[in-house]
């Protein structure tokens, strides 16, 4: 067994041909481009017995070489996973059941009758790879890339391959970033969350693929620290992986959460205070802004309009097509990798970013519910809007740390500010406009009269 380390990203025709004469790799390149065609048959049960334990089967073909692989699916976030993978070279094209043993086999699929599993779809393609070797401070980084083109195909249904994978093969995971983001800086590279494996599944089953990944169990103990890094985490894993569904079926609803992820990104990173100085926390700032200025409207706007949801997965398509959602999310998985937001803080920013997260988070909800003025917006209901950021954070902290507070009513608080979001988000057109204010004014109200809402106030 061996752990593999691996970086996919999603490309054009035309962006794997750049690829092959961008100045970084033809530097580091050692080895030039060779050619090799891959082909792969997957196998499983009828019923995806494997799938559900979370692993591959595979069978390839290179050239001469038959080699069984048993995958266990890892992590991804950026495109970047890491996962156990078990090999065996075999004389003929059929799989050998007997490698499949307790050595390597997950424990619930113990009582699996292994002579169910058949193949079930293949991933063929044409790699061209090569070795990128350089120096990285003292250490010696080295980088398979490989450029691959082909399909998936599952009985009638197909989908292109069209990838650029950079596997780790010495040094460590954060060079393999590194390279990418360098990569991703002038050409369109989409982290890309899904294996090929994955893409065949969804072909038989389009709701296989998984859009969240797990929920952070965040505990009242744990600094404030790793509480945003596990976080920021998952909102941007939950966001690229939006981001691969969108492009691939342009179900409108994935676009709306695809938007919500990157807005409590940016409430939870404008939450910290001095325990993330704001020139630590600047770029990313400025990039969840120029994406939330482009995309929040457009999603406002077709909540009530068809033509609009109907014209977006074309306009989303261009976005990919543009190196800015490549380059925003390499970089913000580099930075949350280095821990940037703790490089330039004081001692009370030392302090807040260790501080244990329940007493930190009662601290900043009440200073924010007291800051929101509510009866303020009562009187002046048309100004609601300019509210809307530290509504956001109040949102964004009670939906995903709602475990480690002690608050009556607390998931009603949280309807109830989704609604007051909501009102807050719609413009002031002239029909209607009165109608809004006095829902916002009801709304106000409401919030005012929740338990959990005093309970903030007094905190």
């Known amino acids: 067994m061996h752990k593999e380390t691996e970086l996919k990203l999603r490309a054009s025709r035309e962006t794997l041909a750049a690829l092959r004469e961008h100045p970084l790799l033809k530097k580091r390149n050692k080895s030039g481009w060779q050619t090799r065609e891959l082909l792969n048959q997957y196998f499983d049960t009828p019923e995806r017995d494997l799938s559900a334990a979370r692993v591959a089967l595979r069978l390839r073909r290179d050239g001469e070489v038959i080699i069984q692989t048993l995958k266990c699916r890892g992590q991804s976030v950026a495109g970047l996973s890491e996962r156990n993978e078990h090999e065996w070279h075999l004389d003929k094209v059929k799989l050998d059941l007997k490698k499949l043993d307790a050595t390597c086999w997950p424990e619930q699929l113990a009582e699996l009758d292994k002579k169910t599993i058949k193949p079930l779809f293949t991933t063929d393609f044409t790699r061209e790879?090569?070795?990128?070797?350089?120096?990285?401070?003292?250490?010696?980084?080295?980088?398979?890339?490989?450029?691959?083109?082909?399909?998936?195909?599952?009985?009638?249904?197909?989908?292109?391959?069209?990838?650029?994978?950079?596997?780790?093969?010495?040094?460590?995971?954060?060079?393999?970033?590194?390279?990418?983001?360098?990569?991703a800086a002038s050409l369109p590279l989409m982290p890309c969350d899904i294996s090929k494996a994955e893409r065949g599944y969804r072909l038989l089953d389009p709701d296989s693929y998984e859009l969240g990944l797990p929920v952070t169990e965040l505990q009242a103990e744990m600094p404030l620290d790793d509480a945003y890094a596990a976080l920021a985490w998952q909102l941007l894993g939950s966001s690229q992986r939006l981001a691969e569904q969108y492009r691939h079926n342009g179900h409108w609803r994935l676009l709306q959460d695809w938007v919500r992820c990157l807005a409590e990104l940016r409430a939870l990173t404008a939450s910290l205070g001095q325990a993330a100085p704001?020139?630590?926390?600047?770029?990313?700032?400025?990039?969840?802004?120029?994406?939330?200025?482009?995309?929040?409207?457009?999603?406002?706007?077709?909540?009530?309009?068809?033509?609009?949801?109907?014209?977006?997965?074309?306009?989303?398509?261009?976005?990919?097509?543009?190196?800015?959602?490549?380059?925003?999310?390499?970089?913000?998985a580099r930075w949350l990798g280095a821990r940037a937001w703790t490089?330039?803080?004081?001692?009370?920013?030392?302090?807040?970013?260790?501080?244990?997260?329940?007493?930190?988070l009662q601290?900043?909800?009440?200073?924010?519910?007291?800051?929101?003025?509510?009866?303020l917006y009562v009187q002046r209901p048309e100004d609601l809007a300019e509210q809307l950021p530290r509504i956001e954070c109040v949102q964004t902290w009670l939906h995903h740390a709602r475990q480690v507070l002690d608050l009556p009513q607390q998931d009603r608080l949280y309807g109830e500010l989704n609604k007051l979001h909501e009102l807050a988000e719609q413009p002031l057109v002239e029909e209607g406009k009165e109608e809004l204010l006095e829902a916002r004014i009801e709304q106000a109200r409401a919030i005012e009269q929740n338990r959990a809402w005093k309970h903030l106030l007094k905190a």
Request: proline letters at 4%.
């Open 343 to 360: 490089a330039e803080r004081k001692g009370r920013g030392e302090r807040q970013g260790k501080a244990q997260l329940a007493s930190w």
């Open 129 to 183: 790879y090569a070795e990128i070797a350089w120096g990285r401070g003292k250490a010696k980084v080295v980088i398979e890339a490989a450029l691959d083109q082909g399909f998936v195909i599952a009985g009638k249904r197909k989908e292109e391959i069209c990838e650029l994978e950079l596997e780790l093969r010495e040094g460590t995971p954060e060079a393999l970033l590194e390279l990418a983001a360098e990569l």
């Open 278 to 332: 704001r020139p630590t926390t600047r770029a990313l700032r400025a990039s969840l802004d120029a994406l939330l200025e482009d995309w929040r409207p457009l999603v406002l706007a077709g909540n009530d309009d068809e033509d609009i949801r109907r014209a977006a997965p074309e306009q989303f398509a261009e976005e990919l097509e543009d190196p800015r959602w490549g380059q925003f999310s390499l970089e913000t």
């Open 363 to 375: 601290h900043l909800l009440g200073e924010e519910s007291r800051a929101l003025k509510l009866p």
